[in-house]
């Protein structure tokens, strides 16, 4: 199944898988498909994430303290393709936990669930020769992060592995809302345009509708995280599927109304 | 088979650059600072002049008399980094990449420490230099390490506490990462071990390589050969790499890495990731790391804070896997048994992490004989352990 963004901007949406349970995750995950999420990303929860601000890093914890796996990932990617064949799937995840499952028996068993694509935090172009080979021969796209910081020359080779779309950091950092979006996200994204025909999605602190809609002026799709990491959280597990397609709903709504006239 | 190629960043199969993409730019920039300070010999100039006249290089290879007469066996040498200002051997690196920091005009710096000796180093080299310096350090450490905290604030420096995860020297090179992926336009942070991802891994190792080119020069001046073994205690390695590379080539030189047994053998009890762990990724790099079967990586005990970590330099699984250095592991108790023999028998109090080194010389060297030498690394001093100490041995009112 290729990842497609239906309406523009596209919607990627981030959960940890397991927090604060996996039964949970699993309502939200259908709520966020059935308000308009084009792409889900299944974060796997990992002990040491060191590229995640406080709001990531609890939910990994939560998600940890009942041991969810990278296999658990896996079983609820398989659920969710079999109910909503068209979302897009993508497993996110630290290099670590892949590496431990191996690499060749995680691709085997992410296209076997059918999943898309898999983004590794930690694995940049230089290193990923093995791992793009395991992907290719899976079906199973390669999605890199390009950032602010990174020079042409390392956008042109993250472009040329790249399938799927390109998740464009909004701003160095670690993952988190922000009030408001730094000029780096859209510099990024026309400085990576010129190396690539697939879909670009800006993604770090995107919390807003108003956020949502000026990343789509520029981008193809926004990924909200920390947003609705915080929501579940704040919500609880009862409420939280309802909080997350309330908060779906109203980034799609914001950016319909804000799209109308021109900027 | 020498393992210890450095095409890449890789020892062997080991070592290379697992990082979110935000960092790679500071990365390469460092690796290239590096490689232009290397070629420069007003670099090495400047750098060796601080190394004698500010941290007091050449360190003693001191001839432990008392301890190889109550051993019995080998003739023992401690290399004598504990004599170093600041108190361990850190201050190398610290130096080497305070200089680097202020070719590439970078103002600020950021730093993890575990048992504080780097966190103290690190805060010296920016006095000097007038950089502004922040220490990442875990709740549990700056608890056991008190000393160097305060230590740390009488230099400048900001100490940051982390109260995730283990809240220990792993938790602290997270929030370091965390703090650089998000400052690292005006920001380096000065890694204190041989760990993280490429360059550190060599470019840590090349700031300690001085430990063993001295060492070799020492031992040849004063027995004329080389020594039988060479024994330091290993958390990331920075030390022991240091002490070894110079003898990798002296095939007959043993190369004998110590670290932490912990109080047993159970994953969470310990910091022995030979034994006990399996290669992974973790915070850079590719070695060998304490981890669960998911891919979770391993809570972690000593009672040396710089011992207490999850994963070991890539350079070190290099060394193991081709068998050119054995490592082994002591227990807090025989740790805290060698740091009180030492003191007893030499008048010297080796840091805990150090203290290892000497458990395991303790160990081997009744079994050897009277014509072998052993070079033991004693890193540090254990001033910073007092307390500790004092608990442990129960020093209030004892003889």
Request: with cysteine.
């Given at each position: 199944?290729?990842?497609?963004?239906?309406?523009?901007?596209?919607?990627?949406?981030?959960?940890?898988?397991?927090?604060?349970?996996?039964?949970?995750?699993?309502?939200?995950?259908?709520?966020?498909?059935d308000?308009?999420?084009?792409?889900?990303?299944?974060?796997?929860?990992?002990?040491?994430?060191?590229?995640?601000?406080?709001?990531?890093?609890?939910?990994?914890?939560?998600?940890?303290?009942?041991?969810?796996?990278?296999?658990?990932?896996?079983?609820?990617?398989?659920?969710?393709?079999?109910?909503?064949?068209?979302?897009?799937?993508?497993?996110?995840?630290?290099?670590?936990?892949?590496?431990?499952?191996?690499?060749?028996?995680?691709?085997a068993?992410?296209?076997?669930?059918?999943?898309?694509?898999?983004?590794?935090?930690?694995?940049?172009?230089e290193?990923?020769?093995?791992?793009?080979?395991?992907?290719?021969?899976?079906?199973?796209?390669?999605?890199?992060?390009?950032?602010?910081?990174?020079?042409?020359?390392?956008?042109?080779?993250?472009?040329?592995?790249?399938r799927?779309?390109?998740?464009?950091?909004?701003?160095?950092?670690?993952?988190?809302?922000?009030?408001?979006?730094?000029?780096?996200?859209?510099?990024?994204?026309?400085?990576?345009?010129?190396?690539?025909q697939l879909?670009?999605?800006?993604?770090?602190?995107?919390?807003?509708?108003?956020?949502?809609?000026?990343?789509?002026?520029?981008a193809?799709?926004?990924?909200?995280?920390?947003?609705?990491?915080?929501?579940?959280?704040?919500?609880?597990?009862?409420?939280?599927?309802?909080?997350?397609?309330?908060?779906?709903?109203?980034?799609?709504?914001?950016?319909?109304?804000?799209?109308?006239?021109?900027? | 088979?020498?393992?210890?190629?450095?095409?890449?960043?890789?020892?062997?199969?080991?070592?290379?650059?697992?990082?979110?993409?935000?960092?790679?730019?500071?990365?390469?920039?460092?690796?290239?600072?590096?490689?232009?300070?290397?070629?420069?010999?007003?670099?090495?100039?400047?750098?060796?002049?601080?190394?004698?006249?500010?941290?007091?290089?050449?360190?003693?290879?001191?001839?432990?008399?008392?301890?190889?007469?109550r051993?019995?066996?080998?003739?023992?040498?401690?290399?004598?980094?504990?004599?170093?200002?600041?108190?361990?051997?850190?201050?190398?690196?610290?130096?080497?990449?305070?200089?680097?920091?202020?070719?590439?005009?970078?103002?600020?710096?950021?730093?993890?420490?575990?048992?504080?000796?780097?966190?103290?180093?690190t805060?010296?080299?920016?006095?000097?230099?007038?950089?502004?310096?922040?220490?990442?350090?875990?709740?549990?450490?700056?608890?056991?390490?008190?000393?160097?905290?305060?230590?740390m604030?009488?230099?400048?420096?900001?100490?940051?506490?982390?109260?995730?995860?283990?809240?220990?020297?792993?938790?602290?090179?997270?929030?370091?990462?965390?703090?650089?992926?998000?400052?690292?336009?005006?920001?380096?942070?000065?890694?204190?071990?041989?760990?993280?991802?490429?360059?550190?891994?060599?470019?840590?190792?090349?700031?300690?390589?001085?430990?063993?080119?001295?060492?070799?020069?020492?031992?040849?001046?004063?027995?004329?050969?080389?020594?039988?073994?060479?024994?330091?205690?290993?958390?990331?390695?920075?030390?022991?790499?240091?002490?070894?590379?110079?003898?990798?080539?002296?095939?007959?030189?043993?190369l004998?890495?110590?670290?932490?047994?912990?109080?047993?053998?159970?994953?969470?009890?310990?910091?022995?990731?030979?034994?006990?762990?399996?290669?992974?990724?973790?915070?850079?790099?590719?070695?060998?790391?304490?981890?669960?079967?998911?891919?979770?990586?391993?809570?972690?005990?000593?009672?040396?804070?710089?011992?207490?970590?999850?994963?070991?330099?890539p350079e070190?699984?290099?060394?193991?896997?081709?068998?050119?250095?054995?490592?082994?592991?002591?227990?807090?108790?025989?740790?805290?048994?060698?740091?009180?023999?030492?003191?007893?028998?030499?008048?010297?109090?080796?840091?805990?992490?150090?203290?290892?080194?000497?458990?395991?010389?303790?160990?081997r060297?009744?079994?050897?004989?009277?014509?072998?030498?052993?070079?033991?690394?004693?890193?540090?001093?254990?001033?910073?352990?007092?307390?500790?100490?004092?608990?442990?041995?129960?020093?209030?009112?004892?003889?």
């Amino acid at each position: 199944m290729p990842i497609r963004f239906a309406e523009k901007p596209g919607l990627v949406a981030y959960f940890t898988v397991g927090d604060p349970d996996l039964a949970t995750t699993h309502a939200i995950a259908l709520a966020a498909i059935d308000a308009g999420a084009d792409v889900i990303e299944l974060g796997v929860p990992f002990s040491d994430p060191l590229a995640d601000g406080p709001v990531i890093q609890r939910a990994s914890e939560r998600a940890l303290r009942h041991g969810t796996s990278l296999r658990d990932v896996l079983n609820l990617a398989a659920t969710l393709r079999a109910e909503r064949p068209h979302a897009g799937l993508i497993v996110f995840t630290y290099y670590n936990p892949i590496l431990r499952f191996g690499l060749e028996e995680f691709c085997a068993a992410a296209e076997q669930a059918g999943v898309d694509g898999v983004l590794v935090t930690d694995m940049i172009v230089e290193e990923a020769s093995e791992y793009l080979q395991a992907l290719h021969r899976h079906h199973l796209a390669p999605v890199f992060l390009a950032a602010p910081t990174s020079p042409d020359e390392r956008l042109a080779r993250i472009a040329a592995v790249s399938r799927g779309f390109i998740y464009a950091i909004s701003r160095v950092g670690i993952t988190g809302a922000q009030k408001s979006l730094t000029a780096d996200a859209e510099q990024l994204v026309r400085r990576l345009r010129r190396f690539t025909q697939l879909p670009i999605a800006v993604g770090f602190g995107i919390s807003t509708p108003e956020h949502f809609a000026a990343v789509g002026e520029f981008a193809d799709a926004a990924v909200i995280g920390s947003a609705l990491v915080a929501t579940i959280e704040q919500a609880g597990p009862k409420e939280a599927p309802d909080a997350i397609a309330r908060l779906i709903e109203g980034l799609r709504r914001g950016s319909r109304e804000t799209a109308a006239p021109a900027r | 088979m020498e393992a210890t190629s450095t095409i890449a960043g890789r020892f062997g199969a080991y070592g290379g650059r697992y990082v979110p993409e935000t960092l790679v730019a500071a990365l390469d920039e460092l690796e290239h600072a590096y490689a232009e300070a290397q070629a420069d010999p007003d670099f090495h100039l400047k750098l060796d002049e601080l190394l004698r006249d500010f941290a007091g290089r050449p360190t003693p290879l001191y001839f432990a008399a008392r301890l190889t007469e109550r051993l019995g066996g080998a003739k023992i040498y401690l290399k004598r980094e504990d004599l170093l200002h600041t108190g361990a051997h850190k201050i190398n690196n610290c130096l080497g990449q305070g200089l680097l920091a202020l070719r590439m005009g970078k103002q600020r710096i950021i730093a993890e420490t575990g048992a504080g000796q780097h966190g103290v180093a690190t805060a010296s080299v920016c006095a000097l230099f007038g950089l502004e310096c922040v220490v990442y350090m875990g709740e549990e450490d700056m608890l056991r390490q008190e000393l160097n905290v305060y230590r740390m604030r009488m230099l400048g420096a900001e100490v940051r506490s982390v109260s995730s995860g283990s809240r220990t020297l792993k938790d602290a090179i997270s929030e370091a990462m965390r703090d650089w992926v998000t400052n690292v336009r005006t920001t380096h942070y000065l890694l204190g071990s041989a760990l993280g991802a490429h360059p550190y891994p060599t470019m840590v190792r090349d700031f300690h390589r001085v430990i063993g080119r001295e060492a070799r020069q020492q031992i040849i001046e004063k027995e004329n050969r080389l020594p039988t073994a060479i024994i330091a205690c290993v958390g990331g390695g920075s030390n022991a790499i240091g002490a070894f590379y110079e003898f990798i080539p002296d095939k007959d030189v043993q190369l004998i890495g110590v670290e932490a047994g912990g109080r047993g053998a159970q994953l969470g009890e310990h910091a022995a990731r030979f034994s006990g762990g399996a290669p992974g990724v973790l915070q850079g790099t590719y070695s060998y790391v304490l981890q669960d079967e998911n891919g979770q990586i391993a809570l972690t005990h000593s009672v040396s804070a710089g011992l207490d970590y999850a994963s070991i330099g890539p350079e070190h699984a290099a060394l193991h896997d081709s068998g050119r250095a054995e490592y082994t592991s002591v227990t807090d108790a025989e740790a805290l048994e060698a740091t009180l023999l030492l003191a007893r028998t030499e008048g010297i109090i080796p840091a805990l992490e150090s203290a290892h080194a000497v458990a395991e010389c303790a160990k081997r060297a009744p079994k050897m004989s009277g014509s072998d030498l052993v070079i033991v690394s004693v890193s540090g001093r254990g001033d910073k352990d007092m307390g500790i100490l004092a608990r442990e041995l129960k020093l209030s009112g004892a003889k």
